[in-house]
């Protein structure tokens, strides 16, 4: 598992190995994951990356935004946030399971998402986290598609049993090795609450180095009253 579940591509060693060694009833450990995404607010993180340079110890040195806007936005962040700053319920970007997932689905993956804002705030990016499953090679005990209802999601995760291992990355779980992954626009996008935000998002293998993962997000708002 690395940040954002998916980075550094080791899930296909993994299948690999899986492929070539698994014997029938055996155990893959974390058997299943799920990739949550979701539109965060940030505006301490935005501040000290980008409009610090509009004022630094009273020198206007603004001529360095754009390029701190570039540097800001050009690769994920993993940094920990709190609930506070996810502006919507999450949306499902893939689930895995271990036992069935093939390496050529992993070479790239694209994921339509629709969500709604609660509240007045600047979106300053989408969030990235995941939890992983520690089950036997059937069915899941809470199986999340990306159609899913948001409200849905909370309520399959409030059902597990006592015995489900599971390790959650969310913002609102305690903090872990993994934190969360922030993709940081140049601008905020303003949203009104219940505006609806959606688009898509692709994750795929760089042709480079195969370690190395290129992310593509695509975020329209719809026009309310």
């Not at 370690?211 to 329209?220: K, S, V």
Request: proline residues 7%.
């Amino acid at each position: 598992m690395g940040y954002m579940l998916l980075y550094e591509s080791m899930l296909p060693s993994v299948l690999f190995a899986r492929d070539k060694w698994l014997k029938p009833g055996g155990l893959i450990l974390p058997s299943h994951a799920t990739l949550f995404m979701a539109p965060v607010t940030n505006r301490e993180r935005y501040e000290d990356s980008v409009d610090f340079w509009r004022d630094v110890y009273g020198i206007n040195m603004s001529a360095l935004v754009p390029l701190a806007k570039k540097f800001t936005s050009e690769e994920p962040s993993i940094e920990t946030i709190g609930g506070e700053n996810v502006i919507s319920w999450p949306s499902v970007f893939k689930r895995f399971d271990c036992y069935n997932f093939t390496a050529e689905e992993f070479k790239s993956i694209t994921s339509k998402y629709k969500v709604s804002s609660m509240m007045l705030a600047p979106i300053h990016g989408f969030g990235f986290w995941f939890e992983v499953e520690f089950n036997e090679p059937i069915e899941s005990s809470h199986n999340f598609p990306s159609s899913l209802d948001p409200l849905e999601i909370i309520q399959k995760k409030r059902r597990r049993s006592s015995e489900d291992i599971v390790l959650s990355t969310a913002p609102e779980d305690e903090p872990t090795h993994w934190q969360q992954t922030i993709l940081y626009f140049p601008d905020p996008i303003e949203v009104k609450q219940d505006q609806i935000i959606e688009g898509s998002v692709t994750v795929s293998q760089s042709e480079e180095n195969p370690r190395f993962l290129n992310i593509h997000l695509e975020c329209l708002r719809t026009d309310i009253g």
